[in-house]
C-alpha cells in the first residue's frame, strides 16, 4: 500500500479517490526521487483538487512511480498506475477513481482506463504519439487539455487522438492558450481545469469561472473548447 494513500484517507469514510500521475521522459530506467521536477509539478495540482473536493469523502494520492522513463514496450508507468488501482481497491473497497495525469503520466493514465476501478481520467498536457490505443477508455469520462504554447509534446497529437476517442466515449477537450507544457504559464487555469473535472467526474456541480464554462461549453461539443 502506498503511503500517500494511506495517510490521505485518515479516518473518514472513503468515497472516491483521484490518482495523480506526474511525467517523465521516453526512455530512462533511473529511480524517481520526490525532488524531479516532474513529480514537484504536480504537487500544486493535487493540491487544487484535494482543496476542491474537501469534506466529501474523496481522497487524493499523488504516487511516484518506480522509474522516470516509459521505455517503449515495456510502458513502465502503467503497471504501476494499476498497482496503485488495485491498492486503492483493496483498502477502500469498490469505489470509483479518477486519474489525472500529466505529459507522460497522462499517457499511463489514459492506458490505465481499463482497469474497472477508474471512471474518468484527464490528460493536461499529455504525451500521445500516433498509434495509441482508445478502446480502453469506452465508458469513461475523458478530458484532454493541452497548451498552445507547448514545445515538448505536441498539441495536434492530443486533437488526433480525441478525435479517435470519441468513437469510443466521450471527450472534453480544451485548448489552453497560452499554456506551456509545465502548466505553470496560466498556472491558475490548469488548476481549475483539473478541479472541475474532479468534481464533475464525481457527480458534482463545477461552480462557477471560466473552466467551469468551459465544461458546460463542451458537453456534446464536436470540436475543443479555447480558454
Known sequence: MSRDITDRAGRAAVTGAV????????VSTEPVSSAQLAV???????????????GTGIIVCRPRFRVRGWNGEQASPVPDLHAVLDQIGTRFGD??????????????????????????????????????????????????????A????????TWLYAERARLVTEVTVIEVRGGDH????RAHLWHRIAENFCRGSFGMPTG?????????????EPHRTVL
Open 19 to 26: 490518482v495523480v500521475a506526474h511525467g517523465g521522459r521516453s
Open 40 to 54: 514537484l509539478r504536480m504537487v500544486p495540482i493535487a493540491r487544487a483538487i484535494r482543496h476542491a473536493l474537501r
Open 95 to 148: 469505489i470509483p477513481v479518477t486519474l489525472v495525469g500529466h505529459s507522460m503520466g497522462a499517457r499511463a493514465a489514459l492506458r490505465a482506463a481499463a482497469h474497472p476501478a477508474v471512471t474518468a481520467v484527464a490528460g493536461l498536457a499529455p504525451w500521445l504519439p500516433p498509434g495509441e490505443p482508445v478502446e480502453q477508455l469506452a465508458g469513461r469520462h475523458i478530458l484532454l487539455a493541452h497548451g498552445t
Open 150 to 157: 507547448d514545445r515538448i509534446t505536441r498539441p495536434v497529437d
Open 182 to 185: 509545465a502548466l505553470l504559464r
Open 208 to 220: 462557477a469561472g471560466v473552466a467551469a464554462g468551459a465544461f458546460r461549453q463542451a458537453a456534446g
